[in-house]
């Protein structure tokens, strides 16, 4: 299968701290990929030079086959990637589908009219399972509702690569579910997903494979189950005891 | 707000307001309502920028002033038409839009770009100081030649009539751009940067080719109103149009009545205007009141006057304030 | 007896519950671990603690005096200090102004030169560096500087959050072995470690959070023998 | 030569420049410490000059007590004006654009009410230092000295309180970081109230020098302020060094600028200046530290 986002050997360095360390991943199409690590891994840093926000200083990203490591925010995401933020930014003077419709205007290249984007603004409100809330304003949604918008604007862009930075964490057990379940349905869709998630039981029975980053690099990556197991994830996670190493 | 219901808005209110000088004779009162109208015109533009856009700029007046002298300078000296002159005016503002708009671009926090913007009205209003053999510099610019007659009306600064209507269109068109630009797909992007720039990037819309039209649009308008001003008044100093009093004006306007709405900068420029007007007695006491408003305004009702219905209701419901929230001792992220 | 102790603690922020119920005792001169996965609320309870968020329902006391609704500078001056997750320190600020700016309770401030002193004598690191600008010093020894700082308010309760997040192997080991000896001083400690193994190595009791609750809580060994923590965390 | 002495640009430039700086300061220190710009600086400015005139004029004391006295009235106006305005605005989720809204309202309530108050006129005062020096063919009025010597106190002053007093610890903790400052138990509001204060009143210092070489007036504030301005953005928000040399270099720049551009435009290149710094330097020339 083909890596619809690849990156190679991407370092990025505050000052003299390497947060990414010529760190390579893969991400095939149609996958639905966990990315995980303990706090301070640099999985923030990560997602921001991929989606753009953030320049790295040294290696290569591609999307597609295309190669898109020079290209600003805006620009990645009419090439089809998407990103959701952890703490929502939602556009808070505009209805909720006009949060999405604005996503559908602007992030898909092609030309398409006011009412194209509107259906398809609807399309992305259903597909995160907040169609019913398309007349509301987006400033009273409650968290959960927020991170389903900001689920919806990126799958209202048209991207093929849906970049998820913790849409999990804050939901109630219903919500948690509806989410789970609006990502797999995404996913047969055709999307393809990176998640950095901290719901570790979310996370780990959505994704297909599980990428571990610890101090700058992915130091592996596998199906769930071998993931948990693995001594090295569990080192990174729980720490090292005294005197074993 | 949906095209539709702005629109038929806006048409009830001119066509109310077209009636003004039936009802009223006197040359005095008229006179202030073409002010007022003007204003309505300087501040609704700058609510695009500030409103609109969240970038709240000091320097709105230059854009006032550019086009008031402009035009009136094109006319007296060239003898054109002053309608040629006017958008001769308005395409300098524009263009003068654009040029400070660029190093706002890149600056991200309110004091930077009040600082830069307030620079540049300021360098705008030593160059009229300055030039004196062209402005006459802080004597004034006099003899400025009214509007052209158009077919059989003719413009005096004896009569403020036709001034009045020709206010009030230009006032009717800015509301009709306005409303229908904020409408349309840009309309979407204005609000989306406004609401949060990096969400907006993330979604793919251009937010500097954004940024630059807002300017553009915004710092035209104003233009266009400089230029009526200065064909109306017929006299010129830098001081009256370029100072900034005119900016706190146009702060204290749009803020009363409501930033980021349609109608408030224009409700807000008709009752400061005439309401400051009633109270002449107050005589110069006017700017202190503006001064005084602006504080009381911002600290009582920072949305204006737009929101007063809804604090109303809020206050009548009882709801409770967010919990949790300690108001003694707020921690947030402030980084500038 | 119970130095602090949190009953029933709810909180939240801009109306978004955080901490549902949450229970927990310290008692005179002990070291407990708090435990859990990011987004638990391990840093909302140490906030809710110290008054920066206030609670909105339960009890927070302090030896059987109320801690809840008091600024964060008057539980500060009663002997409960703080000291945030990513160290923090005042960059542009030499190392001895920085421990100084803990000192600035009424009471801490008119002994901070002994304090001064016992703190130079457990970091003998930040007296060599102590006319140094904080912000030029290493991971290891801001956080050494972050600690030191909290003790300069002579504290009943070290509230210490997160200090082994991004420090090498053997920085967090000093670390710890720090926060031993700052407990021998008399400190009652609260620590919020990410490194879980390692916590429970230097603490005597543990409690685990998921998801704004205690998840469990017990002695150290128990803990850490307990398959509920590898849940927390890996969500297995 | 042209009739330019180079000792005597350089010489007024300096102290020109002391003046800025000290504006400066205080506008740069309110924007460290509360992350909020001072539109209304100057009108504290005009404070510290009319306290200054009626001081020695009707009260008829020494002048060191009416600079004393016009320093004690403005920090007591700054302390209520933070109390009673700037508080409720700080405190707001949103503080960045009230704060400046509402400064600039009180800096055009100040300036008429003293309008109408004071009237229009120019207000002369005598030097209060008198007596001229010749150097080496540099004139040197006493005024002047005074000045910069004054200038130099101030400084070391400020400076001293920030450096070793438990209140300036507890200012360059909250500027750097207020919420862990909080942790430490400081009381920020109490910072910023006094902070507030303090920097006004050095505004004020900076109108009693001035006041007598440049009469008092109800404006007399507003270019001193905006050429505060361009200081701060040389020197970068919130550095005081940054405002010493920023302030010394626009003084000197001035000075020496006459010799090269006439007096009306240099004001124009200034603020043109201060445009290109913010665009390719957004955090001004010496302020690198913020990142």
Not at chain 2, 39 to 55: E, K, P, T
Not at chain 2, 214 to 226: K, Q, Y
């Amino acid at each position: 299968m083909a890596a619809l986002l690849q990156l190679k050997e991407v370092t990025k360095a505050f000052g003299s701290l390497r947060v990414l360390d010529a760190l390579d991943l893969e991400v095939d199409k149609g996958e639905i990929r966990g990315l995980i690590g303990p706090n301070g891994a640099g999985k923030t840093t990560l997602f921001n030079v991929i989606a753009g926000a953030l320049r790295g200083d040294h290696g290569v990203i591609t999307l597609d086959g295309s190669e898109i490591t020079h290209f600003g925010s805006a620009n990645r995401c009419r090439r089809g990637l998407a990103r959701t933020f952890q703490v929502p930014k939602l556009f808070v003077g505009m209805t909720v589908l006009e949060n999405a419709e604005v996503a559908a205007l602007f992030g898909n290249p092609g030309h398409q009219s006011r009412s194209e984007a509107v259906a398809r603004a609807r399309w992305a409100l259903n597909l995160a399972g907040i169609g019913e809330l398309a007349g509301a304003k987006a400033s009273v949604l409650t968290t959960g509702q927020r991170k389903m918008l900001e689920l919806a604007r990126a799958i209202a862009t048209g991207a093929k690569l849906l970049l998820l930075d913790e849409v999990m964490a804050g939901l109630n057990p219903t919500e948690l579910q509806h989410a789970c379940d609006s990502l797999r349905a995404l996913q047969t869709t055709g999307f393809t997903i990176l998640m950095v998630e901290h719901v570790m039981q979310a996370l780990m029975s959505l994704s297909h494979r599980v990428s571990v980053l610890f101090s700058g690099k992915i130091i592996m990556t596998d199906v769930p189950e071998r993931v948990a197991c693995d001594p090295r994830v569990i080192e990174a996670y729980l720490g090292k005891a005294r005197g074993v190493a | 707000m949906k095209l539709k219901s702005a629109l038929i808005q806006i048409t009830i209110a001119t066509v109310l307001a077209a009636l003004v000088p039936l009802v009223i004779h006197s040359e005095y009162a008229l006179h202030v309502a073409v002010l007022a109208l003007i204003f309505a015109v300087l501040a609704a533009s700058w609510n695009l920028v500030s409103g609109y856009g969240g970038m709240f700029t000091f320097g709105h007046q230059a854009f006032f002033g550019l086009g008031a002298y402009v035009s009136a300078l094109l006319a007296m000296h060239l003898g054109i038409s002053t309608y040629l002159s006017i958008m001769i005016g308005t395409v300098f503002a524009m263009v003068a839009g654009v040029v400070i708009c660029l190093p706002v671009l890149r600056l991200r926090g309110a004091p930077y770009i009040a600082i830069a913007t307030l620079a540049f009205a300021e360098i705008v209003k030593l160059i009229a100081d300055n030039l004196t053999s062209l402005t006459h510099g802080e004597s004034g610019l006099a003899g400025i030649p009214p509007l052209s007659p158009i077919g059989a009306m003719t413009f005096s600064i004896a009569d403020s009539r036709p001034y009045y209507y020709c206010a009030l269109v230009l006032l009717a068109v800015t509301m009709v751009l306005v409303a229908a630009v904020l409408a349309s797909p840009i309309g979407l992007a204005f609000g989306a940067i406004r609401d949060s720039q990096d969400a907006a990037e993330s979604i793919g819309v251009d937010v500097t080719k954004y940024k630059v039209l807002l300017f553009m649009l915004s710092s035209a308008l104003a233009g266009m109103a400089g230029g009526l001003f200065a064909h109306y008044v017929t006299v010129l100093t830098p001081s009256s149009i370029l100072g900034i009093d005119v900016m706190v004006q146009i702060i204290a306007m749009a803020l009363i009545g409501g930033l980021g709405t349609l109608f408030g900068p224009v409700v807000g420029a008709i009752i400061l205007t005439v309401g400051l007007e009633l109270l002449r007695s107050l005589g110069d006491y006017q700017l202190m009141l503006y001064g005084a408003l602006l504080v009381i305004i911002i600290i009582v009702l920072p949305r204006g006057l737009s929101s007063l219905p809804m604090l109303i209701a809020s206050a009548a419901t009882k709801q409770p304030s967010l919990r949790g929230e300690s108001w003694k001792h707020p921690i947030k992220q402030r980084e500038p | 007896m119970a130095l602090l102790e949190l009953t029933g603690v709810e909180a939240g922020y801009a109306g978004v519950q955080v901490l549902w119920g949450v229970d927990l005792e310290l008692r005179e001169r002990e070291i407990v671990a708090l435990l859990g996965a990011n987004g638990a609320g391990k840093t909302t309870v140490l906030r809710t603690i110290s008054g920066i968020v206030k609670p909105w329902r339960g009890g927070i006391s302090l030896q059987e005096q109320h801690l809840d609704g008091l600024s964060p500078r008057e539980i500060v001056s009663r002997g409960v200090i703080h000291v945030p997750e990513g160290r923090h320190v005042f960059p542009r600020m030499s190392v001895v102004d920085n421990l100084r700016a803990g000192a600035y309770t009424e009471r801490a401030w008119s002994h901070q030169r002994e304090t001064l002193e016992d703190v130079y004598g457990l970091f003998p690191r930040l007296y060599e560096r102590r006319s140094q600008f904080a912000g030029t010093l290493s991971g290891g020894e801001q956080q050494m500087l972050a600690i030191g700082r909290g003790l300069m308010a002579r504290p009943k309760c070290l509230m210490i959050d997160e200090p082994s997040l991004g420090l090498a192997p053997k920085l967090v080991d000093a670390v710890l072995d720090l926060v031993i000896r700052i407990r021998d001083l008399g400190c009652t400690v609260l620590l919020v470690e990410q490194n879980a193994q390692r916590a429970l190595e230097v603490a005597e009791r543990a409690y685990v959070m998921e998801h704004g609750r205690i998840l469990f809580a017990g002695a150290s060994a128990a803990v850490a023998g307990d398959p509920a923590i590898r849940q927390a965390y890996l969500g297995l | 030569m042209h009739g330019f002495n180079i000792a005597q640009l350089l010489v007024d430039g300096v102290v020109a420049g002391s003046m800025y700086a000290l504006m400066a300061s205080g506008i740069s220190l309110i924007w460290g410490t509360m992350r909020m710009l001072n539109f209304a600086h100057g009108e504290f400015y005009m404070i510290g000059g009319y306290t200054l005139f009626f001081a020695l004029v009707a009260l008829k004391v020494h002048p060191v007590i009416a600079v004393g006295l016009g320093l004690l009235m403005t920090f007591i106006l700054g302390v209520v004006v933070e109390r009673l305005i700037m508080r409720w605005l700080l405190l707001r989720a949103e503080w960045e654009m009230p704060t400046l809204v509402a400064t600039l309202g009180l800096s055009v309530f100040m300036q008429n009410f003293a309008l109408r108050t004071f009237g229009a006129g120019d207000l002369g005062l005598p030097y209060v230092v008198p007596g001229v020096f010749r150097v080496a063919g540099v004139v040197l009025p006493g005024q002047r000295i005074a000045i910069v010597l004054v200038a130099i106190v101030a400084f070391a002053a400020v400076w001293s309180i920030l450096r070793y007093t438990k209140f300036g610890i507890a200012i360059r903790a909250t500027s750097q970081d207020r919420d862990t400052a909080v942790l430490m138990g400081i009381d920020f509001p109490k910072v910023y109230m006094l902070t507030f204060g303090i920097s006004v009143a050095l505004a004020a210092l900076a109108a009693t020098m001035l006041a007598p070489i440049y009469s008092v007036n109800p404006w007399m504030g507003q270019r001193p302020m905006l050429k505060a301005f361009i200081v701060v953005v040389f020197g970068g928000l919130g550095s005081l060094e940054g405002a010493v040399l920023g302030g010394m270099a626009l003084g000197i720049i001035e000075s020496v600028g006459v010799a090269v551009v006439s007096s009306e435009w240099q004001d124009v290149i200034a603020f043109a200046i201060l445009i290109l710094v913010l665009w390719i330097r957004p955090q001004g020339l010496f302020g690198a530290k913020e990142s």
